[in-house]
């Protein structure tokens, strides 16, 4: 069995945004260098052998280019020596707009990244500070163009919405303004107000309102039709691209693929089940140190559960799940697994059935859990 | 020693107390100084047995506990102490244990007073003639005012109260006190041994094993293993097969003689057979005329209950016919709800006994339960002269087939301290009250009279009252009978469907306006659904208030979590479980608690 993708995490941030419930903690030179040490025990407890040949490596945080550039070189060159980078058909970091100076960009080039995640969310700094961002949107533009000039054109930029006191008429500005470095992919994600964050205090408190369903809706509404006005097609619920460039890496999760989650508070997929690593910096050092396998919790994964994720992750796909590889795969046909769900759903004009495919209507899109959630077996 | 000198030296008596105000915590000590329990046995508060009471801190069912007390004049007494239920819907179940007694221990807590319960079951205890020995509790606490507390009594009540015990039930202080003053001031029940039977059925249950139980207090004569009773009420005649007294676990005997308190059993099936107020007598000696005061008590608050899974009909009546069992009061029969399905009409003597029942069937029977909001039973003259009952909302006819409609009204006293009049004033105007009568008890506390529909009650008035009077407010009514009032029926209807299960009852000049908070009420409590669902409350075909749900417009996670998939499977486990908490009445998924929301309008 082969595991598809390696996930890595870095947990360290500059500053930490009102928004995020990802692992993550402020950055210190000394604790990335534990960090580091660890991370490389664990990739090694996975990979003692020969370098792993795997289609794509993400490495996301956290801000993976938040630690210091010797830091970067000990985790580009840990990763260089487990995984055959060339092997691999996308190699992606996420970054911070403002972190990327040129040492970073060489560095990145050097060890084969090709492919550059950026947290852009808004331009518009005022609104950039109010969520706790460090970035400011000339930021964008100079590290936009210094990837460029070093060759690394597979740029996508993250975009948010939904974000307290934005109006459609401010994220339409937003788009525009992101469509005209007219990159080959972009991700789109509506605020999420998650506990443990500072947004879910003041939520909870009733200082922090969020744009209404209706104005959220719309937003959604917006950016399908101007990123597909302009051909960057939605592959997925949140993510648009040129012909070619979709992400193949977020395409294994969604294709229920095998992945190893490596880091702090990292999630994996592994045959016969999904890895949950020890979240806290310290603890997961320690286990990482003593035996190179933090693993918090593994939640085993039956064949029941492997269906339900091939269809409630699958369907976020555009083109959705292909009837033929759901035979192939589970040895059963789909409209029999969910005999309840399909026709409901069709009835409903929230799924479809063409060429072989089930997929999300556009109706379906925008309301995808209330199919998701008929995709759940009963016991 | 002869019978006629062990009677002498029976005293049967009960303790009246507000909640809180150290009932338990006194029967506790009672039983512990009389050896009625080893410290192994004693449980903390040993009366309230059902874990639902313990939770609530009331008492439901009655007990009655076969004490023996060594007195200081020298000779052994035998004190039967009857638990008396604490609130104000089993108002008969406490004038039936207070007949069964002679005295009362009056507990008065010693910083707040008399409140309205405690004087409704005062009142009680005099109108059965029984001595009454206040005690003023909690005088160890601070803020404690026991000359205040005396004299409140004595303006209150009417009684003496200058030789009132001082006490700490839960510093065991005042306890000896108490005990002598049960021999020298309750007197020894009356009644001959040779006359004709009669004995009083003050409470009675369902054991399994063993069919009814009857709690029992002997008035007259005798009853002896095997004696062929009669109940005189029923004319049911039964063979006893098991009696005695719980000290205070049961304890067979071969004869319960007058004065005595205990229980028989006769192979009663049916509890209907053995009503509280009831009096047992021999079926071959009867007595001419039963014990006074029997009444047969009827429910006076409805409410439809549904199972949340249809699948769980048959579990559901399985449960009422248990609850019945030991439950004469409860009523119910099958009703089919359209919105609703199959489920249950159900009729009891208050809020409280709904709310008790309900939390049962939820928590021993494991049924999760949609209950309609609860009503009273109208009295309805047709246009056409017939008389209907109408105890569920959706069976009033027409409007314009409305001849006349009666509806229960009661008197409601509510006591409170000064400063509170003018909210319990206004609360009770709102609520239809015609005000009777306002009394000052002391400087502080004032005693309000009004007259209320029991409709009005239903609703919310106790929650009102306690959130305006940030809980200082006690409350207690008594049915007065029906009067004529404008009603009207008012419906909801959702996409355009009348909901059956959400129709009320409302008074014309009120209608309009709790139409409209209703319609609100609704839009607040269901979800979006995917398409946009009216709201509207009509009387008739006159639509008079009206609002609309939103269609939900977006619902999908777009965030990836970094592959995180257990965490979007748990959100949408969490989706799906909460859609199977609803019902889906037409087209539109409905949780449970809208079918209650009238209750809840919030009118304050």
């Known amino acids: 069995m082969t595991i598809s993708s390696a996930y890595i995490h870095i947990p360290f941030c500059q500053q930490i945004c009102h928004y995020c419930d990802f692992t993550k903690f402020f950055y210190n030179e000394r604790l990335a260098d534990e960090y580091l040490e660890?991370?490389?025990?664990?990739?090694?407890?996975?990979?003692?052998?020969?370098?792993?040949?795997?289609?794509?490596?993400?490495?996301?945080?956290?801000?993976?280019?938040?630690?210091?550039?010797?830091?970067?070189?000990?985790?580009?060159?840990?990763?260089?020596?487990?995984?055959?980078?060339?092997?691999?058909?996308?190699?992606t970091f996420e970054a911070n707009p403002g972190d990327l100076d040129e040492e970073k960009v060489r560095l990145l080039k050097e060890y084969g990244v090709d492919r550059?995640?950026?947290g852009v969310q808004v331009f518009d700094d005022q609104m950039l500070e109010e969520i706790g961002r460090v970035h400011r949107v000339k930021d964008v533009y100079t590290n936009v163009d210094r990837l460029v000039q070093a060759g690394l054109t597979n740029v996508s930029i993250d975009l948010m919405y939904a974000l307290p006191g934005q109006t459609v008429e401010h994220f339409e500005k937003t788009i525009d303004e992101a469509m005209q470095f007219d990159l080959p992919h972009y991700s789109s994600y509506s605020l999420q107000i998650e506990p443990k964050t500072i947004f879910y205090q003041r939520y909870k408190k009733g200082t922090l309102i969020k744009p209404p369903e209706e104005d959220e809706a719309e937003m959604y509404e917006l950016l399908q039709r101007k990123l597909s006005r302009a051909g960057v097609d939605q592959y997925e619920i949140s993510n648009f691209a040129k012909p070619g460039f979709e992400s193949k890496h977020n395409l294994t999760y969604w294709n229920n693929e095998y992945y190893f989650g490596i880091g702090a508070g990292a999630h994996g997929y592994l045959p016969g089940k999904r890895t949950i690593n020890i979240r806290p910096l310290p603890a997961y050092t320690k286990q990482a140190m003593a035996d190179g396998k933090p693993i918090l919790h593994e939640e085993p994964v039956g064949l029941k559960e492997q269906m339900e994720e091939e269809m409630f992750l699958g369907l976020r796909k555009t083109e959705g799940v292909s009837l033929s590889?759901?035979?192939?795969?589970?040895?059963?046909?789909?409209?029999?697994?969910?005999?309840?769900?399909?026709?409901?759903?069709?009835?409903?004009?929230?799924?479809?059935?063409?060429?072989?495919?089930?997929?999300?209507?556009?109706?379906?899109?925008i309301l995808g859990n209330e199919v998701f959630q008929e995709f759940l077996l009963d016991e | 020693m002869t019978s006629q000198s062990k009677q002498q030296r029976v005293r049967n008596f009960s303790i009246i107390a507000h909640i809180d105000h150290g009932k338990s915590t006194l029967a506790d000590r009672i039983l512990e100084k009389t050896k009625a329990l080893t410290q192994r046995e004693m449980k903390e508060q040993f009366l309230d047995a059902m874990d639902l009471e313990r939770e609530r801190g009331i008492t439901i069912k009655l007990n009655a506990v076969q004490l023996s007390y060594d007195a200081n004049?020298?000779?052994?007494?035998?004190?039967?102490?009857?638990?008396?239920?604490?609130?104000?819907?089993?108002?008969?179940?406490?004038?039936?244990?207070?007949?069964?007694?002679?005295?009362?221990?009056?507990?008065?807590?010693?910083?707040?007073?008399?409140?309205?319960?405690?004087?409704?079951?005062?009142?009680?205890?005099?109108?059965?003639?029984?001595?009454?020995?206040?005690?003023?509790?909690?005088?160890?606490?601070?803020?404690?005012?026991p000359e205040r507390i005396k004299q409140e009594i004595e303006d209150v009540i009417g009684i003496d109260a200058s030789d009132a015990i001082l006490a700490s039930a839960k510093q065991g202080i005042g306890i000896d006190e108490i005990l002598e003053r049960i021999v020298t001031d309750i007197p020894a029940p009356a009644g001959e041994a040779k006359d004709p039977t009669k004995a009083l059925i003050f409470d009675s249950l369902?054991?399994?094993?063993?069919?009814?139980?009857?709690?029992?207090?002997?008035?007259?004569?005798?009853?002896?293993?095997?004696?062929?009773?009669?109940?005189?009420?029923?004319?049911?005649?039964?063979?006893?097969?098991?009696?005695?007294?719980?000290?205070?676990?049961?304890?067979?005997?071969?004869?319960?003689?007058?004065?005595?308190?205990?229980?028989?059993?006769?192979?009663?099936?049916?509890?209907?057979?053995?009503?509280?107020?009831?009096?047992?007598?021999?079926?071959?000696?009867?007595?001419?005329?039963?014990?006074?005061?029997?009444k047969r008590m009827n429910p006076m608050v409805f409410c439809g209950m549904y199972p949340v899974d249809a699948n769980k009909y048959n579990d559901l009546r399985d449960a009422l016919e248990r609850l019945e069992l030991n439950d004469s009061s409860l009523q119910f029969e099958a009703e089919t709800s359209q919105a609703l399905g199959f489920g249950f009409r159900c009729g009891f003597l208050g809020m409280l006994h709904m709310e008790i029942i309900q939390e049962r069937i939820e928590r021993e029977y494991k049924i999760d339960l949609i209950t309609t909001a609860p009503s009273v039973i109208y009295k309805v003259t047709q246009t056409d002269g017939t008389e209907v009952d109408v105890d569920n909302p959706s069976m009033m006819p027409d409007n314009q087939k409305l001849e006349e409609v009666q509806e229960p009204f009661v008197k409601a006293t509510v006591m409170v301290p000064n400063d509170y009049v003018g909210p319990v004033m206004e609360i009770c105007q709102r609520k239809r009250g015609n005000f009777l009568d306002m009394q000052y008890l002391d400087d502080n506390r004032v005693n309000i009279v009004y007259e209320i529909p029991l409709s009005e009650i239903v609703y919310?008035?106790?929650?009102?009252?306690?959130?305006?009077?940030?809980?200082?407010?006690?409350?207690?009514?008594?049915?007065?009978?029906?009067?004529?009032?404008?009603?009207?029926?008012?419906?909801?209807?959702?996409?355009?469907?009348?909901?059956?299960?959400?129709?009320?009852?409302?008074?014309?000049?009120?209608?309009?306006?709790?139409?409209?908070?209703?319609?609100?009420?609704?839009?607040?409590?269901?979800?979006?659904?995917?398409?946009?669902?009216?709201?509207?409350?009509?009387?008739g075909n006159k639509i008079v208030a009206r609002t609309t749900i939103k269609a939900m417009r977006k619902n999908v996670l777009s965030k990836c979590y970094g592959g995180d998939i257990s965490r979007k499977r748990k959100l949408l486990e969490k989706q799906k479980e909460g859609k199977k908490r609803m019902k889906m009445v037409g087209s539109v998924e409905v949780p449970q608690e809208a079918f209650m929301s009238v209750l809840d309008l919030n009118e304050d």
Do not use: W
């Open chain 1, 38 to 91: 660890a991370l490389e025990n664990e990739i090694h407890t996975y990979i003692p052998l020969e370098k792993a040949k795997v289609k794509t490596i993400f490495v996301g945080g956290g801000t993976p280019t938040a630690v210091n550039h010797s830091q970067l070189k000990r985790l580009l060159k840990m990763i260089d020596e487990h995984f055959d980078v060339a092997s691999c058909e996308e190699y």
């Open chain 1, 116 to 118: 550059i995640s950026l």
């Open chain 1, 325 to 365: 590889s759901f035979k192939h795969k589970y040895d059963r046909e789909m409209v029999d697994v969910f005999g309840q769900a399909i026709p409901k759903l069709k009835e409903r004009k929230l799924v479809q059935e063409e060429k072989g495919f089930l997929s999300l209507t556009p109706r379906g899109r």
């Open chain 2, 73 to 145: 004049d020298g000779e052994e007494y035998t004190f039967h102490l009857i638990d008396t239920p604490g609130h104000v819907d089993f108002t008969y179940e406490v004038s039936r244990s207070l007949a069964a007694c002679e005295g009362a221990i009056l507990v008065v807590d010693a910083a707040q007073g008399i409140e309205a319960q405690t004087l409704a079951n005062v009142y009680l205890a005099l109108e059965n003639d029984l001595e009454i020995i206040p005690v003023i509790n909690k005088i160890d606490l601070p803020g404690a005012d």
């Open chain 2, 206 to 294: 369902y054991d399994s094993y063993r069919g009814v139980v009857a709690y029992t207090c002997v008035r007259e004569g005798s009853i002896k293993l095997g004696d062929k009773i009669r109940m005189m009420a029923t004319g049911k005649e039964f063979e006893v097969n098991e009696l005695g007294v719980f000290r205070p676990t049961p304890t067979p005997l071969k004869e319960l003689n007058v004065g005595d308190v205990g229980y028989l059993t006769a192979s009663i099936k049916n509890i209907g057979d053995s009503r509280v107020g009831d009096t047992i007598t021999l079926a071959n000696n009867p007595a001419a005329e039963p014990l006074p005061g029997y």
């Open chain 2, 460 to 539: 919310d008035f106790f929650d009102s009252l306690k959130s305006q009077t940030k809980g200082y407010a006690s409350f207690d009514y008594e049915l007065i009978g029906y009067r004529s009032s404008n009603l009207v029926k008012m419906d909801i209807l959702l996409n355009g469907d009348t909901i059956d299960a959400l129709s009320f009852i409302v008074h014309r000049d009120f209608a309009y306006e709790r139409g409209k908070l209703i319609a609100e009420k609704l839009k607040e409590l269901i979800p979006r659904q995917q398409f946009e669902v009216p709201i509207q409350a009509a009387i």
